[in-house]
């Protein structure tokens, strides 16, 4: 059974910083796609990273510079690390692996002073 579960959110003040964390089972992480979306309170899910089998890696305009998607294969975890955050980049992280249509259940990030 597949299953992904973020963790890592929770409040940090501007500037600060936050590492994400998905762990995933129930398939072997390898060679696979995997992204890290977010959804505001009252927006639409967005995507945030993505980050490929062999590890090439794509980031949205708004947080390129700020966030930066990693994997350990062996581990089956992928992570977004998160630097110099901004009140808007408050909102519900989540795990994707899109091959296998799987969500996580996400995890809340608030960036608040």
């Known amino acids: 059974q597949v299953h992904l579960e973020e963790s890592g959110g929770g409040l940090v003040e501007p500037g600060g910083s936050l590492r994400l964390s998905c762990a995933a089972s129930?398939?072997?992480?390898?060679?696979?796609?995997m992204m890290w979306f977010r959804q505001a309170p009252g927006k639409e899910r967005e995507l945030v990273a993505t980050?490929?089998?062999?590890?090439?890696?794509t980031y949205a305009d708004s947080v390129k510079g700020r966030f930066t998607v990693s994997r350990n294969d062996v581990k089956q975890m992928v992570y977004l690390d998160m630097n110099n955050l901004k009140p808007e980049d408050t909102g519900v992280y989540y795990c994707?692996?899109?091959?296998?249509?799987?969500w996580g259940r996400g995890t809340q990030v608030t960036v608040s002073s």
């Open positions: 994707r692996w899109p091959t296998g249509n799987a």
């Open positions: 980050i490929a089998g062999p590890g090439g890696t």
């Open positions: 129930g398939f072997s992480l390898s060679g696979y796609v």
